[in-house]
T-cell receptor
């Protein structure tokens, strides 16, 4: 049972480049989330999904996009990367009961130069 | 939206002492309060949680208390050990809000041997 798997673990992007952060979970969780974590800060919600085909914006969605074509996968797309998007990105999932904790992926450390 | 404040931002204790981290939240509809531990370079991991119908919960050396009237909750770690050194995050979420969690900014706990 792998839990939540994120790829890649590290990436350096040049300003203006694009990339997709992959996230897959094998727990049949309905709810999935993308957070970013800046140094010394808490986690800020970028996008979330309550099921296949349903996504919505979180607190800091600008510059990002998501899709949820299957229950398992929830990729995060960065278009036109900017230095302000340098951060650690965590994908998380929960069962969808609304009162249970998250299982986090191992994170993607992204640097935009 | 929900706002979660966490104090202190850093906490240093001697091994064997107790540590207390406090959080306040703003949305009276929040009904689930998880705590996560994040070791350096690792993913956050759920260590304990409490639901709004409970005032206190304990799991070995860690306990969490909730005061719904005052909208604050706390994490208590007793008999601290060096391996308790990490960043601890509190969070608040609502069943009716897609289970989205709003996180505090974290507390860096250092346990000195």
């Amino acid at each position: 049972n792998a839990g939540v798997t994120q790829t890649p673990k590290f990436r350096i992007l040049k300003i203006g480049q694009s990339m997709t952060l992959q996230c897959t979970q094998d727990m049949n969780h309905n709810y999935m989330y993308w957070y970013r974590q800046d140094p010394g800060m808490g986690l800020k919600l970028i996008y979330y999904s309550v099921g296949a085909g349903i996504t919505d914006k979180g607190e800091v969605p600008n510059g990002y996009n998501v899709s949820r074509s299957t229950t398992e996968d929830f990729p995060l797309r960065l278009e036109l990367a900017a230095p302000s998007q340098t951060s650690v990105y965590f994908c998380a999932s929960s069962s969808g009961q609304g009162i249970d904790g998250y299982t986090f992926g191992s994170g993607t450390r992204l640097t935009v130069v | 939206g929900e706002n979660v404040e966490q104090h202190p931002s850093t906490l240093s204790v001697q091994e064997g002492d107790s540590a207390v981290i406090k959080c306040t939240y703003s949305d009276s509809a929040s009904n689930y309060f998880p705590w996560y531990k994040q070791e350096l370079g690792k993913r956050p991991q759920l260590i304990i949680d409490i639901r709004s119908n409970v005032g206190e919960k304990k799991d070995q050396r860690i306990a969490v208390t909730l005061n719904k009237t005052a909208k604050h909750f706390s994490l208590h770690i007793t008999e601290t050990q060096p391996e308790d050194s990490a960043v601890y995050f509190c969070a608040a979420s609502t069943r009716t809000n897609a289970g989205k969690s709003t996180f505090g900014d974290g507390t860096t706990l250092t346990v000195k041997p």
